[in-house]
């Protein structure tokens, strides 16, 4: 019998599979059959009559309200409908597939033919996920991009493509999907710098971790790679098992699976020791306790910054206690309060606790445990507190009136990055305080003056508006309806509240600017902000810009302390203000001018009397000596750069014709070590061995270049002679 289940428990019953047959040109015979494997008999539909729940003893029983669950594979039906027996030869899939074979040069079918097929439909799912505001990360739903996208790039290397391939195929997908799926090309910017920005990782990653596997490899005594070096590269490098073991298959090795898994196993047990020895565990107990006991605590801060409340549970050392003393630190669990929890990047409020007895507790932090507990956070600095009791909340106002202004600034920002950069931008993160704004948002790429300004100018003119701020109810359904920004990947319960602030968001002047989902406080009017000044705008992550910006107070004291900034600069260079980039552009020119002549004369200076006699002189001159037959050149200078040294070292080759040449530089606290060979010599010296000798000297751990030329550094600038002496004894 047919008969369908979702697993152990649950709703089941019996279904009636619905199969198509492709003919008998097509291998494969009737399911059940012994070669119901083949093409012939593809399943497109299947109708299941839910009429049990499993549980877990294994009976059934009837459920309260039968029905019939259908799933149809829409892909199957496409592909029936063009007369293809693969999915992946319908158009939805084969035009990412030409494009793959057409940008990495290799043929469609073939040994290839599975890592073009992944490529296209990893391609899909990865574009589509960053459209939707999901960006690759190490945890939740952007590790599970990041592990698709990975995939995909994996084959992208098994094709051999020396470049970046994936973001060259976005063209083809938004040919084929945009029409129907117009975020595509509404995200196009942040995809394709993603997939570029990940792959280009993703290469950097393989190239390292390759060279460790090369180093572990050639120790290796016998054919199988101990799991221990399997998982350092797995959690050093982001090297995937499977990538370990087609690079291990290559060369007729294997690799230690159970010793990889024991690694982590260790790994994770470990963290979980980290976890419960830090006291959390119990911790969280004492909320779900009180959860329980007590149900969730009501927020009535909304409208006002005082409400009475009875103190339903103290938590002293993480444990509940019946009262507290002065000194005692606590956390005080109330049926309503007016203190406003830390959530959606908003603080926690502060404030007072007290009563008519004398009581006081200084509240520095609210915090929401399991959703709905408010836990005002403090120290009794007078009284004693117990429990029953009922006391007056007072949250500190001032402080309120900013994180309020703060927050509120954040959704007229967040709909003017919008406007400026694009409907791609989407909030990744934010945090609301009293003294600035923080806002994490997607986009591929750093922001320009003129946009920063544009943006900074359109919160301000509605700001200016000074309009009423409107809050309704409603469930997250309706409010996505009307226009409403959610965060993607955020929970909601049935009801939400909806802030739209301003007019303009339309053509129509009737319609609101910003309208979203949120959950914190806000001002009544726009015009209670002030003014918001950005303060800067930069990198995050990957894909991720970060802007912070104050409001009111925070953003004038902001521009005094920039005009007395720029007052100092005009007064000292005695210019006006208009003149001032002007002559700072000419003291920058003047001083590069300057650097070049003292970087010449330095090195005039390093190659000053080279020809002097071998052995003489110490190493603040260039010295040329002979070293079992061999031009040595050697010398070590005071106040020159690093990146300087390679120029010196091409002219000292130059100047002894054929020999070795080494140059020590002294920054500050860096010591800076080249070395060349000139090209006779290279078959008998390489100057990264060389190198290495000498930044061992120097205190560091290497370095790098080719045999002819290379560089490295150390902490230790005391030991120029100590490396050049390193380096002498290798000759």
């Known amino acids: 019998d047919n008969f369908w289940s979702m697993g152990d428990t649950g709703p089941c019953g019996p279904c009636s599979e619905i199969f198509f047959d492709h003919g008998e040109d097509v291998a494969g015979g009737p399911p059940g059959s012994p070669n119901e494997d083949g093409d012939r008999f593809i399943e497109i539909w299947n109708l299941v009559f839910m009429q049990f729940e499993q549980q877990a003893d294994g009976t059934r029983i009837d459920l309260p309200k039968p029905s019939i669950d259908t799933g149809m594979g829409l892909e199957r039906i496409s592909a029936l409908l063009q007369g293809k027996h693969d999915n992946y030869d319908t158009d939805l899939i084969y035009h990412l597939i030409e494009a793959s074979a057409d940008h990495s040069g290799q043929t469609i079918g073939g040994a290839h033919a599975i890592s073009h097929r992944v490529i296209a439909d990893h391609l899909r799912s990865s574009a589509f996920l960053i459209a939707d505001g999901v960006l690759p990360s190490n945890e939740g739903r952007g590790y599970v991009l990041r592990r698709i996208m990975r995939r995909a790039m994996r084959h992208a290397h098994l094709l051999g493509t020396k470049e970046t ?174 203190f406003y929890a830390e959530s959606g990047g908003q603080v926690g409020d502060t404030g007072l606790v007290s009563d008519e007895d004398g009581l006081a507790v200084d509240i520095s932090d609210t915090q929401k445990m399991l959703g709905d507990l408010h836990l005002l956070y403090g120290r009794v600095r007078a009284g004693h507190i117990e429990m029953g009791a009922l ?175 720029l007052h100092a600069a005009t007064s000292e260079l005695k210019v006006a203000v208009e003149d001032l980039p002007a002559r700072v552009a000419k003291l920058v020119e003047e001083r590069k001018s300057l650097d070049r002549q003292l970087t010449e004369a330095k090195k005039q200076l390093a190659l000053a009397g080279a020809s002097g006699a071998a052995g003489q002189g110490g190493n603040e001159e260039a010295v040329i000596r002979h070293v079992n037959g061999t031009e040595f050149m050697a010398r070590c200078l005071q106040g020159l750069a690093a990146k300087q040294l390679r120029g010196l070292v091409d002219e000292g080759k130059s100047q002894i014709g054929s020999g070795v040449v080494v140059f020590v530089g002294i920054d500050g606290d860096k010591a800076g070590i080249a070395v060349g060979v000139t090209d006779d010599l290279t078959d008998k010296f390489n100057a990264v061995e060389l190198v290495r000798a000498g930044s061992e000297a120097l205190g560091g751990t290497g370095g790098g270049g080719r045999p002819d030329m290379a560089q490295a550094g150390g902490p230790d600038t005391g030991a120029a002679d100590a490396a050049i002496a390193a380096i002498e004894k290798l000759l």
Not at 231 to 245: I, V
Not at 540 to 565: D, F, K, M, N
């Open 165 to 338: 391939l994936l973001w060259q195929l976005v063209p083809a997908l938004k040919t084929q999907m945009a029409a129907a799926y117009p975020e595509l090309e509404r995200a196009n910017a942040l995809i394709v710098e993603t997939l570029r920005h990940e792959e280009e990782r993703f290469r950097d990653m393989l190239r390292r971790g390759l060279k460790l596997l090369d180093d572990e490899v050639g120790k290796l005594s016998g054919n199988t790679l101990p799991g221990e070096v399997a998982f350092k590269l797995y959690d050093t490098y982001g090297f995937p098992l499977d990538l370990t073991q087609d690079a291990l298959r290559e060369r007729d090795l294997a690799v230690d699976t159970d010793g990889f898994d024991a690694a982590m196993e260790k790994q994770r047990a470990e963290a979980r020791a980290n976890w419960s020895g830090s006291g959390q565990e119990e911790t969280e107990a004492v909320w779900f306790d009180l959860r329980n006991e007590h149900g969730a605590s009501e927020f009535v801060g909304y409208q006002s910054t005082f409400a009475e409340g009875q103190i339903l549970a103290i938590v002293k050392d993480g444990k509940p206690v019946a009262k507290a003393k002065k000194g005692d630190e606590i956390a005080l669990m109330l049926n309503q309060t007016p």
């Open 391 to 565: 006391v007056h909340q007072q949250i500190d106002g001032h402080r309120r009136d900013a994180i309020r202004a703060n927050h509120s600034a954040t959704h007229l920002l967040h709909e003017a990055l919008r406007r400026v950069l694009g409907d791609h931008v989407t909030q990744k993160g934010s945090l609301v305080n009293e003294h600035h704004l923080r806002f994490d948002f997607s986009h591929p790429r750093a922001m320009n003056d003129n946009e920063i300004g544009e943006v900074e100018a359109l919160v301000n003119n509605i700001i200016r508006q000074n309009e009423e701020v409107m809050t309704r109810l409603m469930t997250p359904e309706e409010a996505i309806e009307a226009g409403a920004l959610a965060l993607f990947g955020e929970k909601y319960g049935d009801e939400v509240r909806v802030l739209s602030m301003g007019l303009g968001k339309n053509d129509d002047d009737a319609a609101p600017y910003s309208v979203e989902l949120c959950g914190g406080t806000h001002v009544s009017r726009l015009g209670d902000i002030g003014l918001l000044k950005i303060s800067s705008e930069g990198a995050v992550a990957s894909g991720v810009r970060r802007i912070e910006a104050r409001t009111g107070e925070g953003a004038l004291a902001q521009i005094a302390a920039h005009e007395h900034l």
